[in-house]
């Protein structure tokens, strides 16, 4: 049973993901979207392994073909394109939430976890960004990001200490 309700929430938080990267405001050239909250929250609520399979799952379908990253977009070229880092930043992001937070006390220790996962996403993005765009990519593809990063990571602390009061989001 244990091995179901795995399977099943990877496959839930996929999905989130692809519904929050539907949720963006459009930007050039990354645009600002609430799939790093659905990357993070896959990490704290289900853990490293989870997180990151369920992460891995979701950039898997993109690759695909389905239509579930920003904007409805899919196929390999996303993973050569502006916003390749970042994606490439989301699976190692959810583990490392996962493992962060189930480390850390209290609800400021959490949301500072949070908050590095966010900038390391941030920080990977703008390395990958910066091949095409030089320093031009800080602006473009890290500092707008910043405040939101910052108010995602609470909102994740606090849907992650709701799911894991459940038993089917306590890590295993």
């Given at each position: 049973?244990?091995?179901?309700?795995?399977?099943?929430?990877?496959?839930?938080?996929?999905?989130?993901?692809?519904?929050?990267?539907?949720?963006?405001?459009?930007?050039?050239?990354?645009?600002?979207?609430?799939?790093?909250?659905?990357?993070?929250?896959?990490?704290?609520?289900?853990?490293?392994?989870?997180?990151?399979?369920?992460?891995?799952?979701?950039?898997?379908?993109?690759?695909?073909?389905?239509?579930?990253?920003?904007?409805?977009?899919?196929?390999?070229?996303?993973?050569?394109?502006?916003?390749?880092?970042?994606?490439?930043?989301?699976?190692?992001?959810?583990?490392?939430?996962?493992?962060?937070?189930?480390?850390?006390?209290?609800?400021?220790?959490?949301?500072?976890l949070l908050l590095a996962a966010h900038l390391l996403i941030?920080?990977?993005?703008?390395?990958?960004?910066?091949?095409?765009?030089?320093?031009?990519?800080?602006?473009?593809?890290?500092?707008?990001?910043?405040?939101?990063?910052?108010?995602?990571?609470?909102?994740?602390?606090?849907?992650?200490?709701?799911?894991?009061?459940?038993?089917?989001?306590?890590?295993?």
């Amino acid at each position: 049973m244990r091995v179901l309700t795995s399977a099943a929430l990877i496959v839930v938080f996929a999905g989130l993901a692809a519904v929050c990267a539907r949720i963006n405001v459009p930007m050039v050239p990354v645009p600002m979207t609430m799939q790093t909250f659905a990357v993070l929250l896959a990490g704290a609520a289900l853990g490293p392994w989870r997180g990151g399979v369920a992460v891995l799952l979701y950039l898997a379908l993109g690759a695909a073909g389905l239509p579930v990253l920003s904007d409805g977009a899919s196929g390999l070229e996303h993973f050569t394109g502006p916003t390749a880092g970042y994606l490439f930043a989301f699976p190692v992001a959810a583990a490392l939430a996962g493992a962060l937070y189930q480390r850390a006390r209290g609800v400021a220790a959490r949301v500072g976890l949070l908050l590095a996962a966010h900038l390391l996403i941030l920080a990977v993005g703008t390395a990958w960004l910066a091949t095409a765009m030089g320093v031009a990519a800080i602006a473009a593809g890290f500092t707008p990001f910043l405040i939101g990063a910052l108010v995602k990571s609470g909102l994740v602390a606090a849907c992650a200490a709701a799911l894991r009061r459940l038993t089917a989001f306590r890590p295993g």
